[in-house]
């Protein structure tokens, strides 16, 4: 962890790894793609009440899309406001791919990718440091990550659109618990086949 005069906070999260923090009401959460094209699934909760969790049916019905950029307001399933995107040099996070977890790997790449590590795990691991279980998982956000919706209404995993040091800054509305799985999967182009570290940077 590096400290500087301005940072709360300076991690960086190694390829596959979970990661959870509370931020302040007013702070703000910068996630840097340090390689490039690694997608960050993050969950949101209000710090002092954990029923009050990110919602992404509110989020997409209240800014009337399902793509993510400067202005965005997460709003949880209360309809209040948690986080708000405040700058965005990538131009567009994912709202609807959610997350990897061994049996959706299973279906989609073969029993062989069983043992392989998920996002879902990531989840309850960093999850349980905090009280919360499976059932407080809900639909996440995949900073960095390309998730277009074709004509059809079909979604496709497609190679990225991020670089490396392109960052995405969250304020805080309220005190929120996050919860972030650095993405371990290797069967997609989300991560380039190749899983790489991440900064958290909090002001």
Request: charged share 15%.
């Amino acid at each position: 962890m590096t400290l500087t005069d301005t940072s709360v906070l300076d991690v960086t999260v190694a390829a596959r790894a979970p990661w959870s923090a509370v931020i302040r009401a007013g702070q703000e959460l910068t996630i840097t793609d340090l390689g490039g094209n690694q997608a960050v699934d993050f969950l949101l909760y209000d710090a002092h009440d954990t029923a009050v969790r990110y919602s992404a049916p509110d989020t997409i019905h209240a800014q009337g899309n399902i793509f993510l950029t400067t202005g965005s307001v997460l709003l949880s399933n209360e309809h209040t406001p948690l986080m708000t995107v405040v700058a965005d040099t990538c131009g567009r996070h994912d709202t609807v791919g959610g997350a990897c977890s061994k049996e959706s790997n299973t279906l989609r790449y073969g029993h062989h990718t069983y043992s392989q590590h998920a996002c879902v795990e990531n989840f309850l691991i960093e999850g349980s440091r905090h009280g919360l279980g499976k059932r407080d998982l809900v639909s996440n956000i995949n900073w960095f990550m390309n998730v277009p919706v074709e004509a059809d209404g079909t979604l496709g995993i497609v190679d990225g659109i991020s670089a490396p040091g392109l960052a995405v800054t969250l304020r805080a509305e309220t005190d929120v618990l996050v919860l972030v799985s650095n993405c371990p999967q290797i069967n997609n182009p989300c991560n380039g086949f190749d899983p790489t570290p991440v900064r958290m940077t909090v002001r």
